[in-house]
């Protein structure tokens, strides 16, 4: 089939790369062995500028109540100081008490569990049924020895008078024992001992020190840094990026600041019902519970740890250990699913397999620190990935985002043949759309990208045939949804069923014509499926040929799909239904999608309306809509006689004849 100069080449756009695979590769190794060997340069810079993130919405909100701009920078930092000291302090008082009491702790955690594993015991039961049934099965698969019995045994006596041959001799040498060596350090120097107790403190200090200085200098030249960034970015293109910053810098703030303020709020949560529970040092298991939120999935776990080996410990029976596993419990699954959706929802968005994947690279990378900062780090890379073209792909591999539109997906579902997903796609649109919608919106976007690959020839035969078959069994089940959506009074179509004229209900009352492309008599399927839900008597034919219903339809439509057929085509199938049905009311759709203007198709059957304007509807909602119109315009001037529906129940489609909708 010739390719109508039309027919545009669609499909699905890869994700932007900075270069080829080689250079990608070379990039990724270099970026890594960055951050591995100037790790010590590059933390505290992270670490200043997600905090500078987090203290811009109150550095604002003091620049708005009229402080100046460095006053407000001061007292944002010094507040946050404040904070984080008062909480160090706190935390090391309690770790302080439980190092004291913790040789009791031990020594009741070991006696609780000595009494499970005490004779007669839970465990000791236990333990005793599982040796017996091992012991059985030993029995059972012993070998068995097809010798005498005191084979074996002579052979490893002798096995072991070879193995200490000297033994055997009486004149054989006694060797004389090795002189232990013994190795001593000299004493260390007073220097050395300085140097030995101070590293370990002054480096921490030193990283926050340059964790404070370069806070209060990004918050104070933040403008001056932002117009900078510009510059090197993209000066040319002010506007977008512009929007990119803002959108970035208003995104990972908010989320920053949000995250901070969920886990603050769950770590004075867990210490105030630890407190209530009895469980000692409760400021210090809420401090832990709330620093672990922000170490995706394992955080939580690691938190309830400790408080559950306490719970064994302060309280003779079992009742603190249950309240204590049920608290994080509960808590761990309210803010996952209730508070932080509410809160600022899925702003993170990254995929699961993203979080687990950070969460182990940078790990790798930083350690601890990196397993804190792995969330926060790489949305900033999803964000990185959203506003910079040739680094889409971070934000296709790391987002939450669909990787397909939904066309996208329905036009490879049903290329593979998955009718369960493209079902599972259907339910989810129809809890807040039609089926209509759907198929107008969803289908037959995914039937136009299927179109324009067959008419290049790109499509075999057997997976056009694959996808008619995955298209009209959907069809199917969307029927049934809508029976059963009626059936409980759900759906619209029921009412406006009933108001719909006897005469417009008899099949065959309304005629679908598919063109001649490859794809076009899906179309006309999906038109009469869709009128037949409203309750017009529709039926599907081909416009190149094939029986006709044997009552005269009322109205005949002309279904292109777009791409599919050239504008010669088009008027010489409109005319042919003319001579064909000269009683029927002619109008067509031309499904061309949204947004997209008229095409060729379209301007060449308006030229054949004759004297009036012949009606063309460019959606399948706006196909049905203009039956609907027609039907109670008729009504409407004339109150026709009940006819009596005799034949089955409505067929919304024929059979398509074998290679004829894909001729040209």
């Known amino acids: 089939m010739p390719i109508p100069p039309e027919a545009p080449r669609r499909g699905v756009a890869a994700a932007a790369t900075p270069g080829n695979g080689l250079h990608l590769l070379q990039g990724a190794l270099l970026v890594i062995a960055v951050l591995y060997f100037a790790s010590d340069l590059l933390i505290p810079l992270v670490l200043s500028v997600l905090l500078a993130f987090v203290l811009a919405p109150v550095s604002r909100g003091m620049r708005r109540l009229g402080v100046p701009r460095a006053g407000a920078v001061l007292c944002t930092v010094l507040l946050a100081l404040v904070v984080l000291t008062g909480a160090g302090v706190a935390v090391a008082r309690q770790a302080s008490s439980l190092a004291d009491n913790l040789p009791g702790y031990q020594a009741a955690i070991t ?71 013994v190795v001593h350090e000299p004493e260390p120097t007073t220097l050395q001992t300085l140097q030995r107790v ?86 210090l298991w809420g401090f832990v519970a709330g620093l672990m939120r922000f170490v995706p999935f394992i955080g939580s776990y690691i938190a309830a740890a400790f408080p559950v080996l306490l ?34 929802g899925h702003s993170t968005g990254l995929s699961p397999i993203a979080v687990i994947a950070a969460a182990t690279f940078w790990t790798w990378l930083w350690g ?37 539109a939904p066309e996208e997906t329905f036009y490879q579902r049903a290329l593979a043949g998955d009718l369960d997903a493209l079902a ?60 059963e959506a009626e059936g409980k009074g759900d759906g619209d179509a029921a009412g406006e069923a009933a108001t719909v004229p006897a005469g417009w209900r008899v099949p065959g009352s309304v005629l679908c014509l598919g063109g001649r492309g490859p794809f ?13 839900w409203r309750g017009i008597g529709a039926q599907q034919a081909l416009a190149s040929g094939g029986a006709l219903p044997a009552e005269a339809p009322r109205m005949a439509c002309l279904c292109l799909l777009e791409g599919g057929s050239s504008g010669a085509a088009a008027r010489y199938l409109l005319r042919r239904t003319r001579r064909r049905l000269p009683g029927a009311a002619p109008f067509c759709l031309v499904w061309q999608g949204e947004n997209m203007g008229e095409n060729r198709v379209a301007a060449a059957l308006r030229t054949e ?41 409505l067929e919304p489609h024929l059979p398509l004849q074998d290679g004829a909708a894909a001729t040209a």
């Open 311 to 344: 719970s064994i410990a302060v309280d003779p029976g079992w009742t603190s250990f249950v309240l204590v596993v049920a608290l994080f419990a509960v808590s761990e699954i309210s803010m996952g699913q209730v508070f932080e959706p509410w809160i600022f």
């Open 520 to 532: 076009d008599g899906l179309l006309a399927t999906m038109l009469a499926q869709a009128l037949t």
């Open 424 to 483: 599972e796609q259907s339910e989810r649109f129809l809890k807040e759309g039609t089926a209509e919608a759907y198929l107008d919106t969803v289908a037959l976007p995914a039937l136009r990208l299927a179109q324009a690959d067959a008419i290049r020839q790109t499509l075999a035969p057997d997976r056009i045939e694959r996808l008619r078959e995955s298209v009209l069994t959907l069809l199917e089940d969307l029927a049934d949804d809508v029976a």
């Open 111 to 181: 006696a609780k569990l000595s009494g499970l594993q005490a004779s007669g015991g839970l465990i000791d039961r236990v333990s005793a049924t599982l040796n017996g049934v091992g012991q059985s099965l030993r029995r059972e698969l012993r070998p068995r020895a097809d010798g005498p019995p005191g084979d074996l045994p002579v052979a490893r006596r002798g096995a072991a008078v070879e193995q200490t041959p000297a033994a055997a001799e009486p004149g054989a040498a006694t060797e004389r024992a090795p002189l232990p060596v």
């Open 609 to 649: 309306g004759g004297t009036a304007p012949l009606p063309l509807a460019t959606g399948l909602v706006e196909a049905v809509e203009m039956v609907l119109e027609a039907a109670t315009a008729e009504a409407g001037r004339q109150q026709p006689a009940e006819v009596p529906s005799t034949g089955p129940a």
């Open 198 to 283: 101070a590293e370990p403190l002054l480096h921490p200090l030193a990283t926050g020190g340059i964790v404070v200085i370069l806070v209060i200098f990004i918050l104070l030249y933040r403008e001056d840094l932002r117009d900078r960034m510009i510059r090197l970015v993209g000066a040319n293109d002010l506007h977008r990026t512009m929007a990119a910053m803002d959108d970035a810098a208003y995104r990972l703030s908010r989320f920053f600041l949000a995250q901070v303020g969920m886990n603050t709020a769950f770590g004075v949560f867990i210490a105030a019902m630890l407190w209530l529970i009895g469980i000692p040092n409760p400021l």
């Open 368 to 404: 601890p620190v990196g397993l804190l900062l792995a969330v926060p780090l790489t949305v900033c890379l999803v964000v990185l990935g959203r506003h910079v073209d040739r680094l889409e792909f971070l934000e296709v591999m790391l987002g939450d985002q669909p990787a397909l």
